[in-house]
């Protein structure tokens, strides 16, 4: 029964590790919003931004149309790099989020403050666009198309509760399971190796393989990495702590194993040792002849 409740227990860990992966890298908002500045940083979505940036400039700014396509575009790549814009661009990254996971219907645009701001400091020292922003209210509608954007909302609420439940499960059984098992340090291992091996493809999944395999597969794949190496970061240094607490369990369990069999073996040898070991028997008393009395003489 205990072998059962163990294999239940891991498996159920294994899907919980899994759904809190998920969960931490595209479901948490806190995270997708972190991980802006990356997704901003990478080609696919500059080349998308740049020109609808460029375009709110030349209808809104004073003295835009003195300015050639590639000047706009210059203004364009600053204002991308401005704190304010990289701001709105996340909070816009969340409203994807929830559009897709969240059945958000609302039209993603970026905060036309911030942007409005980030347009005006971007302008500095450009003499045609000398005064953007001073004495004309910018209102930048800078949008992000998620009309082909699926709509995943009952998977993310899947996830969730089949983690939760996973986690709970996991939990009930692996606490039942390595204490009743016939050999409870060898349950415990057991638990140990599969700790290692989950927390080594989370590494893999979240650290490794958006970092040097993502890239190779063409641009929209690296804004996937951008995504995943920062909103898994956190979930990264857990798996790596998770690894290294498992390799102590298993390095303590080792060290009593090899203990308790040494202990085993000289018990052992010992007991071989008395059973073949051999004496001569006592030597038998040689009997003495009776020394002659000496006679008295007369």
């Known amino acids: 029964m205990s072998s059962l409740l163990l294999a239940v227990g891991l498996a159920a860990a ?16 806190g ?33 835009a149309g003195a300015l050639t396509p590639g000047q706009l575009d210059d203004v364009a790549r600053a204002t991308l790099a401005e704190p304010t814009f990289i701001h709105a661009f996340s909070g816009a990254l969340v409203a994807v989020r929830g559009h897709v996971f969240a059945s958000e219907q609302r039209a993603v645009v970026l905060d036309p403050g911030d942007v409005a701001t980030a347009i005006t400091r971007a302008s500095d020292g450009i003499p045609a666009l000398a005064g953007t922003g001073t004495g004309t209210a910018l209102a930048p509608h800078v949008t992000i198309d998620v009309g082909s954007a699926p709509d995943l909302h009952i998977v993310s609420s899947a996830i969730r509760t089949s983690g939760r439940i996973a986690l709970v499960v996991a939990v009930l059984a692996l606490a039942i399971a390595v204490p009743t098992a016939v050999r409870p340090r060898r349950a415990l291992a057991r638990v140990a190796r599969w700790a290692v091996v989950v927390g080594v493809v989370q590494i893999v999944v979240l650290w490794l393989l958006p970092r040097f395999l993502l890239a190779a597969f063409g641009a929209w ?43 085993v073996r000289d018990a052992e040898l010992d007991d071989l040792r008395r059973r073949t070991q051999w004496s001569p028997p006592p030597a038998a008393p040689v009997p003495q002849a009776p020394r002659p009395r000496p006679r008295s003489g007369v």
């Open 14 to 29: 294994v899907v919980a590790a899994a759904a809190f992966s998920i969960e931490s890298v595209v479901l948490d908002p």
């Open 31 to 63: 995270r997708v919003r972190a991980a802006g500045p990356a997704v901003l940083a990478t080609a696919p979505v500059r080349r998308e931004l740049v020109p609808r940036v460029a375009s709110e400039i030349r209808d809104q700014a004073p003295g």
């Open 221 to 263: 794949p690296d804004v996937a990495a951008a995504l995943m190496r920062t909103a898994g970061a956190p979930v990264v240094l857990l798996a790596g702590a998770i690894v290294g607490v498992a390799c102590a369990v298993l390095a303590a369990i080792g060290r009593i194993e090899a203990g308790a069999r040494r202990r």
